[in-house]
């Protein structure tokens, strides 16, 4: 999975304008772009995280693939900088003091052992039962974590199956294109 630049461009400036649209009501932002390239009308998930200074303070993503991919990223936009519940909402004067990044995400693929997980490639999604958790590929690498430290920390802290439930738990990975920038001020 390849995006050109200015495919990664476009998907950064319709988060940028779906946050904005959605912090400062009646703000229009303007955005020009004739037609939208085929991979960002492809039916794919996708995460956004949003950071203030550097700190994170938003992460939300779909794995659906219901939804055209510019679609998912301008709403988990929103969401990651409205709605999620461990962080407060971002603010308008927050603004000039973000940073997004984007993670585009490839199909699962269900494995059967850790050993099938490779550390900076793979994301990693369990479920079992009503349980299910996930962590993008970019946090084992942050947290310097093994597969087994991975496992374990999505199924406590994601998953909600405790630090071994990730041993009795369907076991996916996922790749992700993962692509970044500073939100111009405004």
């Known amino acids: 999975m390849k995006f050109s630049g200015h495919e990664k461009r476009i998907l950064l400036l319709l988060a940028e304008r779906a946050i904005i649209?959605?912090?400062?009501?009646?703000?229009?932002?303007?955005f020009i772009s004739p037609d939208?390239?085929?991979k960002l009308r492809s039916f794919c998930g996708a995460f956004v995280s949003i950071y203030v200074d550097g700190e994170l303070r938003g992460c939300i993503g779909t794995f659906s693939e219901e939804e055209p991919l510019y679609k998912n990223v301008k709403q988990m936009a929103v969401s990651a900088a409205c709605n999620d519940s461990r962080f407060d909402s971002i603010q308008a004067d927050d603004l000039?003091?973000?940073?997004?990044?984007?993670?585009?995400?490839?199909?699962?693929?269900k494995i059967?052992?850790?050993?099938?997980?490779?550390?900076?490639?793979?994301?990693?999604?369990m479920r079992h039962g009503a349980h299910r958790g996930t962590l993008l590929p970019q946090v084992a690498v942050n947290q310097n974590w093994s597969a087994i430290e991975f496992l374990s920390n999505c199924s406590k802290y994601k998953a909600g199956l405790g630090w071994d439930g990730w041993k009795t738990a369907e076991l996916y990975t996922y790749e992700a294109l993962v692509f970044s920038s500073r939100m111009p001020s405004f």
Not at 21 to 30: A, D
Not at 112 to 125: A, F, N, R, T, V
């Open 96 to 109: 000039d003091r973000l940073s997004l990044e984007i993670s585009v995400l490839s199909p699962r693929q």
């Open 36 to 38: 939208l390239p085929e």
């Open 112 to 125: 059967s052992d850790p050993s099938e997980i490779i550390i900076g490639l793979h994301g990693i999604y």
């Open 21 to 30: 649209e959605s912090l400062v009501p009646g703000r229009k932002v303007p």
